[in-house]
């Protein structure tokens, strides 16, 4: 690095340490740890000030699904940009929301027939249990006003959707603040009995949904659930039928199954949505992250007509879902998410990612066997380790340990970007990555495991 780059660099860090405060970091942190200035964006590829370049082996937080600044989405945003920036969305229309809802619906199953907008993720999770319970009351129901989740799940970090998330790093200081939750135990396959397949693990976890669905549903508006992967809960999966059945019960006892998809969504595990490989109808389906392509903070809740007519009535009934946030729908990010999807289909998307995900999974197999790694899973185009003290008894390493940062650090020494979760390391990449590409990153990841596990 010359020292002109290097000054240029410290330059900006200083900078930026000066106004801004990060997500998720304790900012002390950045005594040891760099900040990492991004330049540009090419593909997988991103470039800092100094020309070093990093496999993007996470897609930016689960949100890029064809590459930094793909030359297809750019040219639509760009056309969009000289006819429409922002219009608001209550009283008026705009073709990118109109096309953009059409294809989202077009997507699901023939039951869901309305697309709502909201800003991102866990706005989208809120609006979601509002609209739950607001169905019910203008039903008639008004004892309902609980929400059932999973132990280990994460729908976001407002009050909401924190309610309703059950990991302690991010809940456990603002419990004072928040909503009450039913959790039930998560189907979780890693700690099974490892006699049981997964099916019949989830099955018999299944049992204690049951029961506490049997028990409340007087009381309960909604179970949410992440399908198939509990992604910020160190991408800990489960096993299909657990859906199958979950959205049976549901169905009996006059409760809402909301999906919250909005990390496993848009080909993710395998599927288009993850649900799907249950073969089952949400009531309400959330959408975020790859939404956009992994270019504009946009959410989108998707659901039935028997609950949109709920709400259909005489403005003087007070029944109207009333959720509104001032850039609801932006045309851009709208022009965007419709790029992405116009995308899946030239690409032949899933298919392809098939063909990833089984190389991936034949590349990285060589892992199983490290002393440290207790599992190797993965469902479509992603793929997590789970390293551990002991492998045979599954004892985690002490958190205060750090391990991933030791993994990450080793990942950004090597120019890829991976960011672990814990003692979980994982690989979630945009869906246009060559064989080249993942054989480099295994590589990293397999140099970082032994970093890590040392
Ligand atoms: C990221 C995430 C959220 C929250 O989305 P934000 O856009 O970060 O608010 C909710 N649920 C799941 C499953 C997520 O992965």
Same mark, same amino acid.
């Given at each position: 690095?010359?020292?002109?780059?290097?000054?240029?660099?410290?330059?900006?860090?200083?900078?930026?340490?000066?106004?801004?405060?990060?997500?998720?970091?304790?900012?002390?942190?950045?005594?040891?740890?760099?900040?990492? @200035?991004?330049?540009?964006?090419?593909?997988?590829?991103?470039?800092?000030?100094?020309? +070093?370049?990093?496999?993007?082996?996470?897609?930016?937080?689960?949100?890029?699904?064809?590459?930094?600044?793909?030359?297809?989405?750019?040219?639509?945003?760009?056309?969009? #940009?000289?006819?429409?920036?922002?219009?608001?969305?209550?009283?008026?229309?705009?073709? @990118? =929301?109109?096309?953009?809802?059409?294809?989202?619906?077009?997507?699901?199953?023939?039951?869901?027939?309305?697309?709502?907008?909201?800003?991102?993720?866990?706005?989208?999770?809120?609006?979601?249990?509002?609209?739950?319970?607001?169905?019910? +009351?203008?039903?008639?129901?008004?004892?309902?006003?609980?929400?059932?989740?999973?132990?280990?799940?994460?729908? *976001?970090?407002?009050?909401?959707?924190?309610?309703?998330?059950?990991?302690?790093?991010?809940?456990?200081?603002?419990? *004072?603040?928040?909503?009450?939750?039913?959790?039930?135990?998560?189907?979780?396959?890693?700690?099974?009995?490892?006699?049981?397949?997964?099916?019949?693990?989830?099955?018999?976890?299944?049992?204690?949904?049951?029961?506490?669905?049997?028990?409340?549903?007087?009381?309960?508006?909604? /179970?949410? !659930?992440?399908?198939?992967?509990?992604?910020? *809960?160190?991408?800990?999966?489960?096993?299909?039928?657990?859906?199958?059945?979950?959205?049976?019960?549901?169905?009996?006892?006059?409760?809402?199954?909301?999906?919250?998809?909005? =990390?496993?969504?848009?080909?993710?595990?395998?599927?288009?949505?993850?649900?799907?490989?249950? +073969?089952?109808?949400?009531?309400?389906?959330?959408? $975020?992250?790859?939404?956009?392509?992994?270019?504009?903070?946009? $959410?989108?809740?998707?659901?039935?007509?028997?609950?949109?007519?709920?709400?259909?009535?005489?403005?003087?009934?007070?029944?109207?879902?009333?959720?509104?946030?001032?850039?609801?729908?932006? @045309?851009?990010?709208?022009?965007? =998410?419709?790029?992405?999807?116009?995308?899946?289909?030239?690409?032949?998307? #899933?298919?392809?990612?098939?063909?990833?995900?089984?190389?991936?999974?034949?590349?990285?197999?060589?892992?199983?066997?490290?002393?440290?790694?207790?599992? !190797?899973?993965?469902? &479509?185009?992603?793929?997590?380790?789970?390293?551990?003290?002991?492998?045979?008894?599954?004892?985690?390493?002490?958190?205060?340990?750090?391990? &991933?940062?030791?993994?990450?650090?080793?990942?950004?020494?090597?120019?890829?970007?991976?960011?672990?979760?814990?003692?979980?390391?994982?690989?979630?990449?945009?869906?246009?990555?060559?064989?080249?590409?993942?054989? +480099?990153?295994?590589? /990293?990841?397999?140099? =970082?495991?032994?970093?890590?596990?040392?």
């Amino acid at each position: 690095m010359s020292s002109k780059n290097k000054n240029n660099l410290d330059k900006i860090v200083e900078r930026d340490l000066k106004v801004l405060w990060h997500p998720c970091t304790q900012m002390k942190d950045h005594e040891d740890i760099p900040l990492i @200035p991004i330049k540009s964006g090419k593909g997988v590829w991103l470039k800092d000030y100094n020309g +070093k370049k990093y496999i993007d082996a996470i897609s930016s937080w689960w949100v890029n699904l064809f590459g930094h600044c793909n030359p297809y989405i750019n040219k639509k945003i760009k056309i969009q #940009l000289k006819n429409l920036e922002h219009v608001l969305l209550a009283g008026f229309t705009h073709m @990118p =929301a109109i096309n953009l809802s059409e294809k989202l619906i077009k997507l699901t199953p023939k039951e869901i027939t309305k697309c709502f907008f909201t800003d991102n993720g866990s706005s989208s999770i809120d609006a979601a249990m509002k609209m739950s319970f607001h169905y019910w +009351k203008n039903k008639g129901f008004s004892k309902k006003k609980k929400f059932i989740a999973l132990t280990n799940s994460y729908h *976001g970090e407002t009050l909401g959707s924190l309610s309703i998330s059950n990991i302690d790093l991010y809940k456990k200081t603002y419990k *004072g603040i928040l909503k009450n939750t039913i959790m039930v135990k998560s189907p979780d396959c890693f700690y099974k009995d490892q006699r049981d397949s997964d099916k019949k693990h989830t099955i018999k976890i299944f049992d204690e949904m049951f029961k506490v669905i049997k028990k409340n549903h007087n009381e309960v508006c909604a /179970v949410i !659930i992440e399908p198939l992967v509990q992604c910020a *809960g160190y991408m800990r999966m489960y096993h299909e039928i657990y859906l199958t059945m979950l959205k049976q019960v549901c169905t009996k006892y006059n409760i809402h199954l909301i999906v919250d998809e909005i =990390a496993v969504g848009f080909g993710r595990t395998g599927t288009m949505f993850a649900f799907e490989q249950s +073969k089952i109808t949400p009531d309400i389906i959330c959408l $975020s992250k790859g939404i956009t392509g992994g270019y504009m903070t946009l $959410s989108s809740i998707l659901t039935t007509e028997e609950i949109y007519s709920a709400f259909y009535d005489e403005y003087i009934k007070l029944n109207a879902f009333l959720h509104s946030h001032s850039y609801t729908a932006n @045309p851009i990010a709208c022009t965007a =998410a419709c790029a992405s999807l116009d995308l899946f289909k030239k690409l032949d998307v #899933l298919k392809n990612n098939l063909k990833l995900s089984n190389y991936i999974q034949n590349r990285i197999s060589h892992l199983a066997d490290h002393p440290n790694i207790a599992e !190797i899973r993965q469902k &479509g185009m992603i793929t997590a380790i789970e390293m551990v003290k002991d492998k045979k008894k599954r004892i985690p390493y002490n958190w205060k340990e750090r391990r &991933g940062i030791r993994a990450y650090l080793y990942g950004l020494k090597n120019n890829v970007l991976i960011r672990p979760l814990g003692n979980v390391i994982y690989f979630m990449p945009p869906y246009i990555i060559t064989l080249k590409e993942i054989d +480099k990153v295994v590589d /990293v990841i397999t140099g =970082a495991v032994n970093e890590a596990t040392k």
